[in-house]
């Protein structure tokens, strides 16, 4: 069976009342491992890899249609994007970096807020059905661009020794104490921020994607005889893991980009 059609990783044939010692198949690692479908230049793409590109061309196509022609009064897809940049630009960068601070970054966060959210939305789209930040380059690499920015930010601003107490929390009131809260936060800051940064995306839509699986697997499993009785259950739950999908993978995208924003924020503070 190719990495493709296990998507959904069952057996068609296994069923619960079927004879010859057929189990439920569970879903596994297996479900996010995919052929490479096609290759161009050495590269091998396969479905997530597609996906990310189809992502990219679905968001570039919306915002230019929103605002290539601009009116004084907006038209729906205009309404509709200009809602979903407010949103950005006022709920979460100057919530968290102040109007003249932030207003540079507006663009990053919001491209970072509306990539990330239709990644994840693929999970609950027809034939897609797949979450592709719940492959952990994704996410690694997204978070890399904001690591790399919020470095660079910082010792640009601070100027070397600056930007190192800026990572360490360097405060001469803490005393004595102050070389171990520098140790804390030099590892928090350089190397534990990025890891949670990456890994708090990844793992939600990854589990959220092996529940909709599990689910959905059953329900096709209990289609058998008596099975009947439960496979109504079994598609309820699927029912019920899509609707708490679409809210995690709105939730998910907000909170990567609002630590995106803090990290920035950070970087801009005056060291003590």
């Known amino acids: 069976m190719s990495a493709d059609s296990t998507t959904l990783a069952f057996d068609t044939s296994c069923k619960i009342f079927v004879d010859g010692g057929c189990g439920f198949q569970a879903p596994g690692l297996h479900s996010f491992i995919f052929e490479p479908m096609f290759t161009v230049g050495g590269v091998e793409f396969n479905k997530p890899m597609l996906l990310a590109l189809l992502s990219t061309l679905v968001l570039g196509v919306f915002f230019w249609m929103a605002f290539a022609k601009p009116k004084v009064v907006p038209g729906k897809l205009q309404m509709v994007g200009e809602a979903g940049y407010d949103f950005v630009r006022r709920g979460i960068?100057?919530?968290?970096?102040?109007?003249?601070?932030?207003?540079?970054?507006?663009?990053?966060?919001?491209?970072?807020?509306?990539?990330?959210?239709?990644?994840?939305?693929?999970?609950?789209?027809?034939?897609?059905?797949?979450?592709?930040?719940?492959?952990?380059?994704?996410?690694?690499?997204?978070?890399?661009?904001?690591?790399?920015?919020?470095?660079?930010?910082?010792?640009?601003?601070?100027?070397?020794?600056?930007?190192?107490?800026?990572?360490?929390?360097?405060?001469?009131?803490?005393?004595?104490?102050?070389?171990?809260?520098?140790?804390?936060?030099?590892?928090?800051?350089?190397?534990?921020?990025?890891?949670?940064?990456?890994?708090?995306?990844?793992?939600?839509?990854?589990?959220?994607?092996?529940?909709?699986?599990?689910?959905?697997?059953?329900?096709?499993?209990?289609?058998?005889?008596?099975?009947?009785?439960?496979a109504p259950v079994a598609f309820i739950m699927v029912c019920v893991m899509i609707a708490f999908e679409l809210f995690i993978q709105a939730v998910q995208a907000y909170v990567f980009v609002t630590l995106s924003a803090s990290y920035i924020s950070g970087a801009l503070e005056e060291a003590h």
Do not use: D
């Open 93 to 230: 960068v100057y919530e968290t970096l102040g109007k003249r601070e932030g207003e540079k970054w507006v663009p990053l966060m919001v491209a970072l807020f509306f990539f990330v959210w239709m990644m994840n939305l693929w999970s609950i789209i027809p034939l897609a059905q797949f979450p592709v930040t719940s492959i952990i380059a994704f996410p690694a690499g997204l978070a890399l661009v904001v690591y790399v920015t919020w470095m660079t930010l910082t010792f640009k601003k601070h100027g070397f020794v600056g930007g190192l107490k800026n990572l360490t929390g360097y405060n001469k009131e803490l005393g004595a104490v102050l070389p171990l809260v520098m140790v804390i936060e030099f590892f928090s800051n350089v190397l534990v921020r990025p890891f949670t940064h990456a890994v708090r995306l990844f793992a939600n839509m990854f589990a959220g994607h092996l529940l909709i699986v599990m689910f959905t697997i059953a329900t096709y499993f209990f289609l058998n005889g008596l099975g009947f009785v439960y």
